[in-house]
């Protein structure tokens, strides 16, 4: 109770002041029998930029932000867009003043237009790598509020619904012959009862993909739920083929069948399907995803919090989300920060659903962190730590860290 006297009267703040700001590119490789192939080609990689934010009295928080899948694009713009156009304006700031920061980043030179007037007045540069940028710091924002406070975030958002979440098991690259014998051992591996594989142009066709699933739905009986990603690749025809040719397959999702920049196909998709919809993360901030609910694209909603906005975006979208009576299910396959604050953002929300848990190979959240994220009987718990909880291991970051030189 005496951090949170001090946090309310005002006291103290000298030590929450904004001392430093860093963006950290990060490239990890994978080892090759572990790499997978997607439409994304040959991930060798796992890469990210991590923002380090310290205050004044010594406190550390982390964030993440993420502008491409595993090494399938360049991190480096991203990291200086942070360290030079965004940190050197938080230097000084009242890092507990998360709106506040928010709302100077989005609407820059204008905000004081945004404070007074009570609406946004964007930057022109409001969606891409300038969203991920302030994704990062809304995170790490977020996770020195619950070290000073001494709570985990969840508890700051609201609480949690409940001590654990259902998770699925994210993978499925596997052709036809081997792809119910890959799923199976996710199911084996942490006893989900939902499992990801990937569809779409990978496969070439979709009478291809179709049969994967179909030989997934043998090899796992009818017991376990599987949801399909098509990563935006089907035409909004190949998509329908699709649903039609898996009708029998009791999907459980089809996940971004045609591309984020075309709601109106997506739309015609899910009319024309009983399979549900699940889509959003390739989309920025609460106005794209007013879009697409408003547009009837989506059952499922899955905003990435090191890409819309950080958390403070994401509780706003699960607002959104709420109201149209729709699930939320975060996107959650990137490193342990935007993994933890998915997990906060879901546990906090009436319309929090389930957690997408990576099997594919991926040191950013089992080798990152001191901590392990686990999945037992289908189930993850939250953290009681203070923060995000986690603890970055600062050997691997140190060793992974990208260095472009002076200047």
């Known amino acids: 109770m005496a951090t949170l006297s001090r946090l309310n009267i005002g006291e103290n703040t000298a030590a929450a002041r904004i001392a430093s700001v860093e963006a950290i590119e990060l490239s990890v490789p994978i080892d090759v029998e572990q790499q997978h192939v997607s439409d994304f080609g040959r991930i060798k990689t796992f890469d990210t930029v991590l923002v380090r934010i310290e205050t004044e009295g010594g406190l550390v ?26 940190a050197p304006d938080l230097i000084g700031r009242d890092s507990r003043n998360i ?46 509020l619950g070290k000073d406070l001494g709570v985990p975030v969840w508890q700051l958002l609201g609480g949690r619904r409940a001590e654990t979440f259902p998770a699925y098991a994210s ?79 009791n999907i459980g999702w089809l996940e971004e069948p045609v591309t984020a920049d075309d709601n109106a ?57 709420s109201a149209y009576n729709l699930q939320l299910a975060p996107h959650m396959w990137g490193g342990a920060f ?12 009436p319309c929090g659903w389930i957690v997408e848990y990576s099997l594919g190979a991926n040191p950013l959240i089992k080798d990152m962190i001191e901590e392990d994220i686990l999945v037992e009987d289908g189930q993850i718990t939250l953290p009681e730590r203070p923060g995000l909880g986690l603890t970055v291991n600062e050997a691997f970051v140190q060793q992974h860290t990208v260095s472009h030189g002076v200047g």
Not at 338 to 349: C, H, K, Q, T
């Open 338 to 349: 935007g993994f933890m604050a998915g997990l906060a953002v879901l546990a906090s929300s």
């Open 61 to 86: 928080g982390w964030g993440e932000a993420k502008n491409a899948a595993g090494s399938a694009g360049s991190y480096s713009g991203l990291a200086a867009l942070i360290n030079r156009d965004m």
């Open 265 to 321: 196909g997506m739309a015609m998709v899910r009319s024309s399907t009983d399979i549900p919809i699940a889509s959003g993360e390739s989309e920025y901030t609460r106005f794209d995803f007013r879009d697409l609910m408003a547009s009837g694209c989506v059952d499922i909603v899955q905003p990435d919090m090191a890409v819309c906005g950080g958390i403070s975006e994401g509780m706003r979208i699960a607002a959104l989300a």
């Open 171 to 249: 993978g499925g690259w596997a052709p036809a012959e081997s792809i119910g014998e890959q799923l199976q051992s996710y199911v084996d591996a942490g006893g989900f009862g939902a499992v990801k594989m990937r569809v779409g142009v990978m496969d070439g066709r979709p009478e291809i993909s179709a049969a994967r699933v179909h030989a997934a739905r043998e090899a796992l009986g009818p017991d376990i739920s599987i949801f399909c990603d098509a990563h935006g690749t089907f035409s909004v025809s190949e998509a329908k083929r699709f649903c039609r040719l898996v009708a029998d397959c």
């Open 99 to 144: 709106a506040a920061i928010w709302d100077a980043i989005y609407n820059g030179v204008r905000a004081h237009y945004t404070q007074a007037r009570g609406r946004v007045f964007p930057e022109l540069s409001r969606r891409g790598i300038t969203i991920a940028g302030l994704s990062a710091i809304d995170i790490a924002l977020w996770d020195l």
